[in-house]
């Protein structure tokens, strides 16, 4: 790529011009833009770790044990997989916290507020389905109480879980399930979500100085 | 005390300092911008090495040509025998020194061919090329014989299988 269609594609992303205010880091902080950096780094990762990953229940485990003692700097992909996962859970929260307290969920902002408030619930469940991954002990019974408790919501409950976590009794069939939220339908619907997200920043006034 | 008063633009520091260094290279900008790509570069080849040993690793089963000794002296002499975890066809002899192996894929493309006990001879499943016990070519498509592998000591309790 030439280095002025570079730099005419990141202007392009970029809007015209900022608001003097915003220029500042403690304004913001970053914190959306470092979720999307944590989310990068999970994608790269991940992607990585799926080649070592097996989804059944004999076999997840141990090939966890492999990734972390047998391939090269396996443990290293692994914990830069966690730790990026916890720091964009709580990356998210923060940047909640703040948009609340710029009240820039007030119009015209406030379809991307529920939008970021979607967001916010996928990757809590995209956080939990990667604990359940690992399928030890504590893996096996938090996928037992959270399908618990999600049979427990009304009307929808006994259809949701099954969707969600796969059959009643603990089976391949339920880790494979996990195993596609996990790598598949969650990820892409974060992205698509993610780019509304980012869109409508732009279209509703730039970061979110008072309006 | 006297001061010495450096122009902000003296040329003379471009030719002392960085005598060879190209034209851009002069303003702290353009030295931190430098710096910049080259730790980046830095990070990235090292970043790269570890993910493709990452990607890599495991993905070639390593063969184990050793067999022990005991296992070796309860061959049959009559036809060769298989040792799968050395992918290797063994042909005993008298003794270890007229004893050989085979690697077990054929020579044409790399089917994996068995003995046929009926006809005497190794065949391979995929295109029908023909061995004899000595590993010379019978009949096509493969027209290199067999490599011959040798059978060694390696320690009292085993033996090798190498080229040599």
């Known amino acids: ?211 | 005390m006297t001061r010495r008063i450096f122009p902000a633009h003296n040329t003379c520091y471009r030719k002392i300092v960085m005598p060879n260094a190209s034209p851009e290279f002069n303003t702290k900008r353009s030295f931190l911008k430098y710096l910049m790509v080259f730790v980046s570069g830095f990070i990235a080849f090292f970043s790269s090495w570890g993910i493709a040993r990452f990607v890599f690793s495991g993905t070639g089963q390593k063969v184990d040509r050793t067999i022990s000794k005991e296992l070796f002296q309860s061959i049959n002499r009559e036809k060769p025998y298989f040792i799968p975890q050395a992918e290797a066809w063994i042909i005993k002899g008298q003794n270890l020194s007229e004893s050989v192996a085979f690697d077990d894929r054929c020579t044409h493309l790399g089917c994996r061919y068995k003995w046929n006990q009926d006809k005497d001879l190794f065949e391979c499943p995929c295109h029908g090329s023909e061995f004899d016990i000595h590993g010379q070519v019978l009949r096509g498509p493969a027209t290199r014989h067999l490599p011959r592998l040798y059978l060694t000591e390696a320690s009292s309790q085993m033996l090798r299988i190498s080229e040599h």
């Open chain 1, 1 to 211: 790529m030439r280095r002025d269609s570079l730099t005419a594609f990141l202007e392009h992303i970029h809007p015209r011009s900022v608001p003097e205010i915003s220029t500042r880091v403690s304004f913001t902080f970053c914190l959306g833009g470092l979720a999307t950096a944590m989310f990068l780094v999970e994608i790269l990762t991940g992607a990585l770790l799926m080649l070592y990953y097996f989804p059944s229940i004999p076999n997840a485990y141990p090939s966890i044990q492999r990734v972390m003692y047998f391939a090269p700097y396996g443990f290293v992909f692994r914990n830069i997989h966690y730790w990026a996962g916890q720091a964009m859970v709580i990356l998210v929260l923060v940047h909640m916290v703040r948009v609340f307290l710029t009240q820039s969920y007030l119009p015209p902002r406030q379809l991307n507020w529920v939008i970021g408030v979607i967001l916010l619930g996928l990757v809590f469940i995209e956080d939990f389905t990667g604990y359940l991954l690992v399928w030890d002990e504590r893996a096996h019974w938090a996928w037992t109480i959270a399908r618990n408790l999600t049979e427990k919501i009304p009307y929808v409950g006994d259809g949701f879980a099954s969707v969600l976590f796969g059959p009643l009794h603990v089976s391949d069939l339920c880790l494979i399930r996990v195993y596609a939220w996990h790598v598949l339908f969650l990820p892409a619907t974060l992205a698509f979500l993610m780019s509304i997200h980012y869109w409508k920043v732009r279209k509703d006034g730039g970061i979110s100085t008072p309006l």
